[in-house]
């Protein structure tokens, strides 16, 4: 499980994130909700590792990893999809998968038979540049290569922005298996609530780096959600 515990990030003096508490377990969607600006990535960030917080702690299965730099956390089954995609345009897309393999013992060094069930487009296309994919297969192959990495704990950072339709559905069928696996915690940050609420097992919306409001999926009132997120 990942718990964190009333966290505060700063950029120098401007403060991204107030004392943000959050769960995330094995088996559930956590989605994290509201407009631009707000510190959704902040957040991400932090938990990735890629910002050290000012205050407060992050654990992850029992072990405090708030001084853990990216590459440790990655060890710990931590895999992050920015927002961006962020892969290697002149790299094939077989080598970006394979740059999944950094955190891994030698013996698991293999792309999982799930990546190219959940995005058969990849398979098709391991030869291709990956600056060559349609922004789409590009999201699709940044969330294969966080899969190589066997993650227990997956960040996904926006990942149906600037997307086609029918390839959010593939995003969200991915989501949707990955969690029934009972295996893999999931912090989604989202602005499609419609998108959210259909996989979501619990919902935070944030506004100035804070969480001003919490529901799960058995108690999900949608007006006061959508409210909240129009603060």
């Known amino acids: 499980m990942l718990v964190v515990d009333a966290i505060d990030l700063h950029y120098g003096a401007a403060q991204a994130l107030r004392a943000v508490s959050l769960k995330a377990e094995p088996g559930r969607v956590t989605c994290v909700l509201g407009r631009n600006g707000v510190g959704k990535t902040s957040l991400l960030d932090a938990l990735a590792g890629q910002q050290q917080v000012s205050r407060g702690t992050i654990t992850w299965e029992g072990e405090d990893i708030t001084a853990l730099r990216p590459p440790e956390r990655a060890r710990r089954g931590i895999s992050y999809v920015p927002q961006g995609r962020e ?21 698991e060094r293999s792309i999982p038979d ?65 969690r029934s696996l009972g295996k893999i915690a999931i912090v ?38 959508r409210r909240a997120m129009a603060i």
């Not at 993650?151 to 922005?161: N, S, Y």
């Open 114 to 178: 799930d990546v190219f069930s959940l995005f058969p487009v990849l398979k098709d296309m391991l030869r291709r540049r990956g600056g060559d994919l349609s922004g789409g297969q590009q999201q699709q192959l940044a969330i294969g290569r966080a899969l190589v990495m066997r993650p227990r704990l997956l960040l996904l950072d926006e990942p149906t922005e600037g997307i086609q339709p029918s390839i959010i559905k593939d995003i969200g069928r991915a989501i949707g298996y990955l």
């Open 188 to 225: 989604l940050v989202e602005q499609y609530l419609d998108f959210a609420r259909e996989l979501g097992d619990h919902f935070a919306v944030m506004e100035r780096g804070a969480i001003v409001y919490t529901c799960g999926r058995d108690n999900l009132d949608e007006a006061a959600l």
């Open 87 to 107: 892969i290697f345009p002149l790299l094939t897309v077989e080598e970006n998968l394979r740059t999944g393999f950094a955190p891994l013992r030698r013996d």
